[in-house]
Structure formats: C-alpha cells, structure tokens
C-alpha cells in the first residue's frame, strides 16, 4: 500500500510511528485507553475535531506531557499531515513511541464523519 505521509516523511526519515488501517480505526479513536491528540490551534479545533480528542497544539506539546504518559496508544493528527510530522518527532524525543496515525495523519481523510463534531 503506497502511504503518502511516508514520501512526505522523507526530511524525518526517523520518526517512530505506526499508522492504524482503515478498519480498526473506528474501535482505536473509542478506546478510551488512548489519547487522540488533534494538534492544530485552538480555533481550528473549535470549528470541527474527532469526538474523545484533546486539542495539544503542536507547540505545546512538550508542556502537556502527564496528559497521555499512561495511555496505550498516542494517535495524532492535524489538517495536512506537516504538524503531525513535527508532533511525532517531538513525542519520539520525549522517549514516546506508541504513536499512531491513520493513513496520512489528517482530518481531511478521517472516514468516519459520525465521529466528527462540528
């Protein structure tokens, strides 16, 4: 499966990730032993967001830390993938490496528009 986020990925070829197929994704976004980090600003993520997310823009990540140190599965995503390439690459040098992505890390790919709250 050709995976774009990973061409795009080539200024971070070692970013530690893993990206959740399609059709585990709906049970992985539910499972509340996860944190779903959406990582634009505020107003972005006030307008529309994935239900059960947290808003931890990209900059504030390292500040936040204790809110996902215990969670199973770190998943994030922004609106075009360049923030969740830098949000990997802060929580890989934060010792994380339970982070995840669906295919290309974005809102704008997210299948399950139930899921979305506006």
């Known amino acids: 499966m050709f995976n774009f986020f990973l061409r795009r990925n080539r200024y971070a070829p070692n970013l530690k990730y893993r990206v959740i197929q399609y059709e585990k994704l709906r049970q992985e976004v539910t499972n509340l032993n996860n944190i779903i980090i959406d990582v634009r600003d505020e107003n972005e993520y006030n307008i529309m ?3 059960n997310s947290v808003n931890i823009p990209v900059n504030k990540l ?3 830390e204790n809110e996902y140190k215990n969670k199973e599965k770190i998943i ?3 609106s075009t993938g360049e923030r969740t390439i830098k949000s990997i690459g802060i ?3 934060l010792g994380y490496y339970n982070v995840y992505i669906w295919q290309y890390g974005t809102l704008s790919n997210f299948p399950f528009k ?5």
């Open 62 to 64: 390292r500040i936040n």
């Open 114 to 118: 139930d899921l979305i709250k506006f």
């Open 49 to 51: 967001h994935i239900v």
């Open 76 to 78: 994030v995503y922004c």
């Open 91 to 93: 929580l890989n040098n």
